[in-house]
């Protein structure tokens, strides 16, 4: 049977596929180490439980050299640069690093460089940061410790100018997709940044048919009017850069001054239940039950219902609560 390369659409098609069978198995996973762990190992353990649950779905399959669920579904293959072979077994590890691991080792390491160029600036200014719990081997506990040795290094006018350094980065990966998502539109070649890397493309296991030029062209022009959005989206974003970094210091300003942080160190000590530490951030739920911002925001992405009596409740509906104490 003639093999063809494969269009827009089917590649979509076989990436949602495959996004489905993985929130399937992260959800199983995290639902399984929440039972047997509990709820404030589970916070801490979430990344990494799906982490691992994306490791292990390409592993069995498009690493051990199968067909992944949403492949099959769309009767599309892998082959390499050449078009007359399927991948190496270099070629598919590279794609699952780079698909699954790369992602999640990156944005690790900037939020902890992030945490630290903050963390050191509100250290100077008297104000506490709440720090997670190191683990003996724990790779955040590692990243925050090599990431305090560097920041520690810097003077103060570099850790200034590297903090909008960092927040201009973490813009620019999403500006990147979406630029990626629009020359595939264009192009046809490749979805994810991970197979262009890995130079890994499909064929179909069909011959043309009379839709495919009309696919082609429809997506063509969806990629130019995606092109035309981004574009107009990097003139906004550059043009707001800097109001968006005058609000964040005015923001902290508010912060260091408001009752919460100005409050004598003899007052009680009021603890989050979910993360058993001293509550930041108070955060309502609608039955009134108090937490961490961070911590039932985390919780409500997993299971929209209040910690404590079950109450069922939409995330738009908790209450950030302003100089309460």
Not at 293 to 306: Q, R, V
Request: hydrophobic share 35%; glycine share 6%; with cysteine.
């Amino acid at each position: 049977m003639p093999l063809a390369a494969a269009n827009q659409s089917q590649l979509i098609r076989s990436s949602q596929k495959d996004e489905y069978f993985q929130t399937f198995l992260r959800n199983n996973a995290n639902e399984a180490f929440q039972t047997l762990a509990g709820s404030k190992r589970w916070l801490d353990w979430r990344r990494e439980i799906e982490l691992l649950a994306d490791l292990t779905y390409y592993g069995i399959t498009t690493f051990s050299g199968y067909q992944t669920l949403g492949e099959e579904y769309v009767n599309i293959i892998q082959v390499d640069p050449s078009k007359r072979q399927i991948p190496s077994t270099a070629r598919r590890g590279l794609f699952v690093l780079c698909h699954a691991f790369f992602p999640y080792l990156l944005d690790k390491v900037l939020v902890c460089l992030e945490n630290e160029l903050e963390g050191g600036q509100e250290s100077r200014s008297g104000v506490s940061r709440r720090q997670a719990p190191p683990g003996l081997w724990s790779l955040e506990s590692w990243l925050r410790r090599w990431m305090q040795r560097a920041v520690g290094l810097l003077s103060e006018p570099q850790r200034k100018a590297c903090l909008p350094a960092v927040f201009f980065l973490q813009q620019s990966l999403t500006l990147l997709h979406r630029l990626h998502v629009a020359l595939f539109y264009i192009s046809g070649s490749f979805y994810h940044l991970s197979k262009r890397a890995a130079g890994i493309s499909y064929l179909r296991v069909m011959g043309l048919n009379s839709d495919d030029g009309t696919i082609r062209s429809s997506y063509r022009l969806l990629g130019a009017v995606s092109l035309f959005q981004l574009l107009i989206t990097v003139c906004l974003q550059l043009n707001n850069f800097r109001q968006r970094q005058r609000a964040r210091q005015e923001w902290r300003l508010h912060r260091d001054l408001s009752p919460q942080h100005t409050q004598s160190a003899g007052s009680r000590v009021v603890r989050c239940i979910l993360c058993l530490e001293e509550r930041r951030h108070s955060t309502s739920t609608p039955c009134g039950h108090l937490f961490c911002w961070e911590c039932i925001t985390e919780w409500c992405n997993t299971k929209a219902e209040c910690p404590l009596c079950r109450e069922k409740f939409q995330p738009h509906r908790l209450v950030y609560l302003r100089n309460y104490s």
